[in-house]
Structure formats: C-alpha cells, structure tokens
C-alpha cells in the first residue's frame, strides 16, 4: 500500500486517476455491448418474422409489432402501419426521420470511449513526466544516479497504465462502430421490407398477372415460362 501511495505522489496524483478512468471504460463498454447486441438479435428476430408476413397484410404487420412493442424495431413498424394510407415516398420519408432518431441511442456512450482512447496516454505521459521531473530533482540534491534511474522506472508505470487504457479503450470503440454500422443497415432492410409489404404486391403477384395475360394466338410457352 505505502508503495502504491509512493508512486502516485511520484507522477503528482494522476496515477490514482488511472483505475478510474479504466473502470470508466470497462462500465462504459459492458453496457453498450450489452446493449448493441441486443439491437441486433431483436432486429433479426423482427426480420424473420416480416418476412414471413404476405404482402398488403396489415394485421400480420400489427402482430408483429405487438410481439416487438418495446424495441427500436416494433417503433418502426407502428410508424409504417400509422402511415400505411399515404405514398410510398412518404411513408419512406416517416421512416427515415425513425431511424435518424434512433441513431443517438445508438451512439449512446462511445464519446466516453474516444476521450479515454485520447486522454489516458495524454494523462500517463504527463505524470511520467513529473515523475522524471522529481527524480532529477532528487540527483541534483543528493547526486544518486541510482535513485534517478528506480524514479524513471516508476514514473513510467503511469505511461504505461494510459496506454494499457486506450488500447481497450479503442478496441471496443472500432468494435461498437462495427455493430453500429450493422444496426443501421438492418434498420434500413426493415424499412424498405415494411415499405414492400404495405404498397408492394410480391413477385407471386406478378408472376399471376404474366400467367393469366391472353397471348397471342401461335405463341408457344416453353416449359419454364409455363
């Protein structure tokens, strides 16, 4: 204990800041994954199941948004469902202002993430540096080349405490845009999938339409076409 205490009255007290911002980091990084990964299974769950809802079936879509009332997804469908009776361009318009409100919620946290990836090797260089400052003070005192050596030594200890920090620090922080990135383009195949299956008719639709088309007398179908 007194050589932890040592220590950080060497680097002037920002060594103690150290298991702060770490712990910081680590709370920080536990909820949004956590989070995130939650987004992401709710969204496949309510991909699979839109999916599996015919074309122009309201009431299939309103199930689905019952079964998801408390996800970013489940509000996108109640927005395409209270919008059903406008364009498709509107529609789309109604949901795009959704997903970009989404979008804070998203990125909730990750500025926290940023400023421990760019502050802690700032904060660890900075009480190396006073440490080094205080070890050369003790070798002009009392001229012991081996006390300023074992005063460097320790001083790098909070370098290399801020450097530990960032190095977590980005890793989630590239991980968490990883999935970010993926959220918002599932959140984009929701929209255009609700926007199809409220103004569209389906492939099938038009498949029924070509088959029941009168052609032309003499006009012969070959086997994939009948």
């Known amino acids: 204990m007194n050589e932890i205490i040592r220590l950080v009255i060497l680097t002037g007290g920002l060594l103690a800041i150290m298991p702060i911002l770490l712990i910081i980091t680590l709370a920080v990084s536990i909820e949004r994954l956590w989070f995130l990964k939650r987004i992401l299974r709710q969204g496949r769950d309510v991909h699979d199941r839109l999916r599996q809802v015919p074309y122009q079936n309201i009431n299939g879509l309103q199930h689905v948004a019952d079964q998801s009332a408390d996800t970013l997804q489940g509000h996108l469908i109640n927005t395409a469902i209270a919008s059903r009776g ?18 804070p919620k998203i990125n909730r946290g990750l500025w926290i993430l940023d400023t421990s990836v760019t502050i802690a090797p700032l904060l660890g260089l900075f009480g190396t540096i006073i ?21 460097i030594a320790d001083a790098l200890i909070s370098t290399g405490a801020g450097l530990l920090i960032a190095i977590i620090a980005v890793y989630f922080v590239n991980y968490f845009s990883s999935l970010s990135r993926q959220i918002m383009h599932q959140l984009e195949l929701i929209k255009l999938i609700l926007i199809n299956r409220v103004h569209g008719k389906g492939l099938s639709g038009a498949g029924e339409v070509s088959r029941g088309t009168k052609l032309p007398a003499g006009t012969r179908l070959t086997a994939a076409e009948a």
């Open 86 to 103: 406008e364009s498709a361009e509107e529609m789309e318009s109604h949901l795009e202002e959704e997903v970009l409100l989404a979008m």
């Open 131 to 151: 440490g080094m400052i205080q070890a050369f003070n003790v070798l002009s005192a009392n001229g012991g080349p081996s006390k300023v050596t074992g005063g």
